[in-house]
T-cell receptor, first 112, second 116 residues
Framework: AQSVTQLGSHVSVSEGALVLLRCNYS??????LFWYVQYPNQGLQLLLK??????LVKGINGFEAEFKKSETSFHLTKPSAHMSDAAEYFC??????????FGTGTSLTVIP | DTGVSQDPRHKITKRGQNVTFRCDPI?????LYWYRQTLGQGPEFLTY????????KSRLLSDRFSAERPKGSFSTLEIQRTEQGDSAMYLC??????????????FGPGTRLTVL
């Protein structure tokens, strides 16, 4: 079964610093991978998705992620953190049965 | 239409009672999904519909859980004989099939269930 692992349930960065949120997937075939963000008391919002086109995917709010098949990774990055980036971030993979599998999430804190 | 809506946003019930949640998807979306999210965890897929057909329900948590989408528009998720372990956030999402099966799912704000 496909799954994703998010390393680090909590990440803290200083405002203006690099954001790196880690996601590794388990799949026997190239998967479709997603990053979602969840702000407090709001629904999940898609940041970006990888669907076997370019390996470097750019998303909203300055986020991007790189698909690395050799490392089975899809880490999320942003060059400069902003206070408004504080939220919960979820990596997800979809299988051929159109079922999403979400990671356990990483809570990002941005320190002023 | 501004997005997926769910009703109610919060539900408190006593153990053993039945509860029903409603989800209204984005109007042109033909796929609708239900998830459960517990504290500190990512959303857990439960079931999904394409139009009125329930294409996957093997991951519903028990036979106390059931979902319907009778007219291919809104959907309901019912939990019978609720237990304290059912306390969680129940999320609904919708997507359009479009030209790809891997279209973005748009999530609603969720219904938070508390079972006393």
């Amino acid at each position: 079964a496909q799954s994703v692992t998010q390393l680090g349930s909590h990440v803290s960065v200083s405002e203006g610093a690099l954001v790196l949120l880690r996601c590794n997937y388990s799949s026997s075939v190239p998967p479709y991978l997603f990053w979602y963000v969840q702000y407090p008391n709001q629904g999940l919002q898609l940041l970006l998705k990888y669907t076997s086109a370019a390996t470097l995917v750019k998303g909203i709010n300055g986020f991007e992620a790189e698909f690395k098949k050799s490392e089975t990774s899809f880490h999320l990055t942003k060059p400069s953190a902003h206070m408004s980036d504080a939220a919960e971030y979820f990596c997800a993979v979809i299988n051929t049965g159109n079922q999403f599998y979400f990671g356990t999430g990483t809570s990002l804190t941005v320190i002023p | 239409d501004t997005g997926v809506s769910q009703d109610p946003r919060h539900k408190i019930t006593k153990r053993g009672q039945n509860v029903t949640f409603r989800c209204d998807p984005i109007s042109e979306h033909n796929r609708l999904y239900w998830y459960r999210q517990t504290l500190g965890q990512g959303p857990e897929f439960l079931t999904y519909f394409q139009n009125e057909a329930q294409l996957e329900k093997s991951r519903l948590l028990s036979d106390r859980f059931s979902a319907e989408r009778p007219k291919g528009s809104f959907s309901t998720l019912e939990i019978q004989r609720t237990e304290q372990g059912d306390s969680a956030m129940y999320l609904c999402a919708s997507s359009s099939r479009g030209t790809s099966d891997w279209n973005e799912q748009f999530f609603g704000p969720g219904t938070r269930l508390t079972v006393l």
